[in-house]
């Protein structure tokens, strides 16, 4: 039964994130250079609607949060890593998939490479372990608990700064 | 004139809420939240076992994200098949193998975007599991 709303969902947000051309080379590149913001209005959309819902969802006693730790080595190195990839391939993880589903064969190459990618991180998972992924280990930390602010207090801020940022986009044709 | 309509792209601020809605509700009735990098470990295990399957079972990080197909696994194969038939329903599915972008600054070459693809997508991936994202 999960398999199945697995797929049900990857459907529906294939469909968006193809209608929105949001998973073409050209508009991620375009983010990339700072001259098409239109995956960042997507994602920043989707971002501020997830963070009432799911809130809201917490709040309600319906869902919980799945909060990652905060690992600095891991998400600095790992951030600028994958960023270089990124701009390379054009596609990220999630995306490549959406691109080859409206028949861009180089998200192939991609796929190929990214199963690699995770086959030789696979490899150095152990050492990595031990070194990398101990510096500067925070735990699990939202961003309520790092400003010492009630979670509605904050959520407003962040809606009302995304809106602005989203304006101060469309004010300058990005 | 009907296929320029037609292929119109969605306003992405509402495409974008429409995904924000799609979480919530995946997360309300399955307590899924959306992701993709770690079926990349999982079908990479899966494919190292066909030659080596005592040593993916050794390994920790194939102990920790176990080859198998789960719900994330099925959201990532949804996606193709999602943007599949949104693309196929508009009028906007195209086979191409070099991106209009990358053909008119690097050339046409298929063997140089298709490598630098790969390189690219084993460099993201690697930095995407470092990042744990």
Same mark, same amino acid.
């Given at each position: 039964?999960?398999?199945?709303?697995?797929?049900?969902?990857?459907?529906?947000?294939?469909?968006?994130?193809?209608?929105?051309?949001?998973?073409?080379?050209?508009?991620?590149?375009?983010?990339?250079?700072?001259?098409?913001?239109?995956?960042?209005?997507?994602?920043?959309?989707?971002?501020?609607?997830?963070?009432?819902?799911?809130?809201?969802?917490?709040?309600?006693?319906?869902?919980?949060?799945?909060?990652?730790?905060?690992?600095?080595?891991?998400?600095?190195?790992?951030?600028?890593?994958?960023?270089?990839?990124?701009?390379?391939?054009?596609?990220?993880?999630?995306?490549?998939?959406?691109?080859?589903?409206?028949?861009?064969?180089?998200?192939?190459?991609?796929?190929?490479?990214?199963?690699?990618?995770?086959?030789?991180?696979?490899?150095?998972?152990?050492?990595?372990?031990?070194?990398?992924?101990?510096?500067?280990?925070?735990?699990?930390?939202?961003?309520?608990?790092?400003?010492?602010?009630?979670?509605?207090?904050?959520?407003?801020?962040?809606?009302?700064?995304?809106?602005?940022?989203?304006?101060?986009?469309?004010?300058?044709?990005? | 004139?009907?296929?320029?309509?037609?292929?119109?792209?969605?306003?992405?601020?509402?495409?974008?809420?429409?995904?924000?809605?799609?979480? &919530?509700?995946? !997360?309300?009735?399955?307590?899924?939240?959306?992701? *993709? $990098?770690? %079926? @990349?470990?999982?079908? #990479?295990?899966?494919?190292?076992?066909?030659?080596?399957?005592?040593?993916?079972?050794?390994?920790?990080?194939?102990?920790?994200?176990?080859?198998?197909?789960?719900?994330?696994?099925?959201?990532? &194969?949804?996606? !193709?098949?999602?943007?599949?038939?949104?693309?196929? *329903? $508009?009028? %906007? @599915?195209?086979?191409? #193998?070099?991106?209009?972008?990358?053909?008119?600054?690097?050339?046409?070459?298929?063997?140089?975007?298709?490598?630098?693809?790969?390189?690219?997508?084993?460099?993201?991936?690697?930095?995407?599991?470092?990042?744990?994202?």
């Amino acid at each position: 039964m999960e398999l199945i709303f697995g797929l049900i969902t990857g459907v529906l947000f294939g469909i968006l994130l193809q209608r929105s051309e949001v998973i073409r080379y050209d508009r991620q590149l375009g983010a990339l250079l700072l001259q098409d913001m239109t995956i960042v209005k997507f994602m920043l959309t989707t971002i501020l609607v997830g963070m009432v819902g799911v809130y809201l969802l917490v709040d309600l006693g319906l869902a919980k949060l799945a909060v990652k730790p905060l690992i600095l080595g891991g998400t600095v190195l790992g951030g600028l890593i994958f960023g270089a990839g990124w701009g390379l391939l054009g596609y990220c993880p999630g995306t490549s998939g959406g691109a080859l589903g409206e028949g861009r064969l180089d998200a192939l190459a991609g796929i190929a490479g990214m199963l690699v990618g995770a086959g030789l991180f696979a490899e150095a998972y152990p050492l990595l372990k031990t070194t990398v992924l101990t510096w500067g280990d925070y735990g699990k930390l939202t961003l309520p608990q790092l400003m010492g602010q009630h979670r509605w207090v904050l959520i407003p801020w962040f809606c009302v700064l995304g809106y602005a940022f989203l304006r101060w986009l469309h004010k300058r044709g990005l | 004139m009907t296929a320029s309509t037609r292929a119109k792209p969605w306003n992405p601020y509402i495409a974008g809420a429409l995904a924000g809605l799609l979480l &919530v509700l995946s !997360v309300w009735i399955t307590g899924k939240y959306f992701g *993709a $990098s770690t %079926t @990349f470990v999982r079908a #990479a295990g899966m494919v190292e076992q066909t030659v080596a399957a005592e040593r993916v079972a050794a390994m920790p990080y194939f102990k920790k994200e176990a080859p198998k197909v789960d719900w994330q696994w099925m959201f990532v &194969v949804g996606i !193709v098949l999602g943007s599949c038939a949104a693309s196929v *329903a $508009s009028g %906007t @599915f195209r086979v191409q #193998a070099v991106p209009d972008r990358f053909a008119a600054r690097f050339g046409p070459g298929t063997g140089k975007r298709f490598g630098v693809a790969f390189l690219g997508g084993a460099v993201a991936m690697f930095g995407a599991r470092l990042a744990d994202g």
